[in-house]
């Protein structure tokens, strides 16, 4: 197959790659934690640790688990944590002790608990505080044997942590009541710290196929599966996304804004593992939902890659203290995570002098697959070129290569494809290949130069009298509406047409003395725009569209 975004690479980003340097993840974080030792790692409530520092931590936890807790390598541990200090000294521990991590959202309810750490086989697990209750209920139906608790103000300093924690559980009341189970094994963070001081950390030899996470995800069919991500698999893609865009940035002196949850694979791979690896700062942002506070921050710690979503950059823009923010030390803007519309990067654009460069990926994949070039002048709609020692190739239903300008499934295979889904050969079967091509679920085209458009998802397309219409396409031109905040599209049944489009609108707030805007004001404006049979038959307006962990819009939940 010829590649023809190789044409197009551009300047200092390389063909091929070793990816061998490393055997693993954790072969590469001691080479890390060694050359920036006194970098600033994390900054978290306005405390900083360092790279000595984390290494120090990870050894003491790791040894914790190892000696203390007795867990083998290969056995699974789970990780409930939003952002904050705790997760990557807890990640990188369970890690070292030669652990398979499995992220879960801290926002899950108990049902969705006791799934992912049943199927998971977790035996051992780490929640913050606040989110104890929802496991106590779900931990009757797992295996979980060892419970580690960490409180919000676990690692900001003498004084303020035990304020934070005051705060939390006694003016804010964030903390129900729990109860663990009596056969559960109950240590609180701080302490296993503490233990592990004065263990030993017996070295784990890790093979690059050894499995280092199990990320969760819905795949292509919505229902949860783990995918097996190995040491290779990580390492590979943090060697393929450094390639990217080191000629661009300086060893040691960047601050990555992440607001997204490192339990996510977008943000683990990219703001924590390919960044660290240029020896860079992360921002945590604990609970980005919280706008004001957000803001608050970014004006007080001055950053200079910003990664995010479209719903977060929207949420921004439309927020009254976003002309407070100042993008002059910005040198890198990243979106991924869902698709970026073009009303929302033009107007980033307009208002921050800053460009959104997109990327595409998903978990199966570590995630990222491709990337625009970050000498781009503008958003240009594609998802970039394929990341080095990565092919694509778009496909029909029978598996065919198609042309260029074609649209059809997008396939991927690289060094960065998962092993599988985890205990699931016949999930595993329907996404990848014996050649190990990643069937991805998207419709996508490819242009002459090489750069790929995502059209849809393959399963959110909706079929119209025999027509296909995309989803992305429709809520591109709603979303341009100057009174509409965000939009979501998806298929509704209909008698005559077999589907229809319904859009789901949130406006903007109107005006004192302006007529509201209504269904009408919509279907005139995509009539305007659209062909007839893509026009919405359908609108509903709704305060708020329901959203993942990383504010992508779940449209799935819309169809139900």
């Not at 663990?180 to 094994?185: A, D, R």
């Not at 029909?396 to 060094?415: F, I, T």
């Amino acid at each position: 197959m010829e590649k023809v975004w190789l044409k197009s690479y551009p300047p200092g980003v390389p063909e091929t790659l070793n990816l061998d340097t490393y055997p693993s993840i954790n072969e590469a974080m001691a080479v890390y934690f060694e050359q920036h030792a006194q970098k600033t790692a994390f900054i978290n409530f306005g405390v900083s640790i360092t790279y000595q520092d984390l290494n120090n931590l990870t050894r003491q936890f790791a040894a914790f688990l190892q000696q203390q807790l007795q867990l083998k390598k290969n056995d699974r541990f789970a990780i409930v944590l939003p952002n904050v200090l705790q997760f990557p000294i807890a990640m990188f521990g369970a890690l070292r002790a030669g652990l398979t991590v499995t992220n879960v959202n801290p926002l899950y309810t108990a049902h969705e608990l006791a799934f992912q750490l049943k199927d998971s086989g977790a035996t051992a697990v780490i929640v913050l505080e606040n989110f104890a209750h929802e496991l106590s209920l779900a931990l009757p139906k797992t295996d979980i044997q060892h419970v580690i608790i960490a409180k919000m103000g676990d690692c900001l300093g003498w004084f303020k942590g035990p304020v934070a924690n005051g705060i939390v559980k006694w003016i804010k009341r964030l903390i129900p009541a729990y109860q663990l189970p009596e056969k559960i094994n109950l240590v609180y963070f701080k302490k296993a710290v503490k233990i592990g001081k004065c263990l030993q950390l017996e070295k784990v030899a890790i093979a690059s196929d050894d499995v280092a996470f199990l990320q969760y995800t819905g795949g292509t069919t919505g229902v949860p599966k783990g995918a097996m991500l190995t040491h290779h698999n990580i390492v590979a893609n943090v060697t393929q996304c450094v390639a990217w865009v080191k000629s661009s940035l300086k060893m040691g002196q960047e601050t990555v804004l992440t607001a997204l949850p490192l339990y996510h694979i977008f943000s683990l791979t990219v703001c924590c593992f390919c960044f660290m690896s240029l020896g860079s700062r992360c921002l945590l942002i604990t609970n980005p939902r919280d706008l004001t506070g957000f803001i608050r921050t970014l004006r007080k710690v001055p950053v200079t890659i910003f990664v995010g979503v479209n719903t977060l950059f929207n949420g921004l823009l439309n927020h009254p203290r976003f002309s407070a923010l100042k993008f002059s030390t910005m040198k890198l803007v990243i979106a991924g995570g869902m698709a970026l519309q073009q009303s929302i990067a033009d107007e980033w654009q307009k208002r921050s002098g800053t460009v959104i460069v997109e990327g595409y990926g998903l978990t199966e994949a570590s995630p990222v697959v491709s990337i625009n070039p970050l000498n781009i002048t503008r958003f240009n709609g594609s998802i970039g070129l394929p990341v080095p020692e990565t092919c694509v190739a778009i496909r029909d239903d029978a598996g065919n290569n198609l042309p260029v300008g074609k649209p059809g499934e997008l396939c991927v295979r690289g060094p960065q494809v998962m092993r599988g889904y985890w205990h699931n050969p016949a999930e595993t079967n329907l996404v990848l290949d014996k050649d190990n091509w990643l069937r991805t679920g998207d419709i996508a085209q490819m242009d002459e130069r090489g750069f790929i458009y995502i059209l849809d998802r393959k399963k959110d397309m909706i079929i119209v009298s025999g027509f296909n219409v995309y989803p992305n396409e429709v809520e591109e031109v709603i979303a341009s509406h100057p009174r509409v905040r965000e939009v979501a599209v998806v298929g509704a049944p209909s008698e005559k047409s077999g589907e229809m489009v319904k859009a789901y609108i949130v406006k903007k707030l109107e005006n004192v003395g302006t007529s509201p805007l209504t269904a009408k004001d919509i279907i005139a404006y995509c009539r305007e725009r659209l062909t007839a049979y893509k026009i919405p038959k359908q609108i509903e307006f709704c305060t708020q569209l329901p959203k993942s962990a990383v504010g992508k819009v779940l449209r799935r939940a819309l169809r139900t």
